[in-house]
């Protein structure tokens, strides 16, 4: 399950589960004191989004020590926390969390309307792997060609392929995360009788 906590002049937790489980999610929210609870409509709900005056205060603590993106929570019982803020304030609130076995990965997010950060060479790596079919399925170039091509060796420019589609992917990634929250929480609630056109 994924939940997302979006501030206000109050608090929205949007929960996106596994189909049919948003009574369930309901079910475990109710004892936190939540203002109002909606499940998007439909046979097989997935989405669920709780209103909150103020948050439950062990929620409170975890937003005031670091800015949480949203929380998945596994089968297991275990949870990954997506936050965005500095890693002397992660590494502070891990830290802090009694009897952790935390592990903290960090990285640059670039979310937003900007390109993928590539290189001049790593763009023009992956500009004449794509112009020459690299990416096409079977290859209509090999990495030897394209090294050839470039004037250097095959793991030269293996390795600047892969760290461009790293970035190329990593950002398109992050933009859509971000996006789907966004687009995610609108759709699932809008009503298509309310629908205007434009």
Known sequence: MHLKFLPGKSWTLLAVSAPGTPPLVAEWLEPYGPRSI???????????????GTLPEAWAKVHDAVAVQSIELNPDGSASMFVQDSLARIQRFVAKVPGSRMGVRSRKTQSGPGRARLTARQLEALSLAVALGYFETPHRVSLRDLARRMGLSVGSVSQLIRRAQASVVTSYMDTLSAAQWQTGEAEAFDDPLARRPD
Do not use: D, E, S
Request: no cysteine; hydrophobic share 45%.
């Open 38 to 52: 909606q499940i998007a409509p439909g046979l097989t709900p997935k989405v669920l989004r709780a209103q909150f």
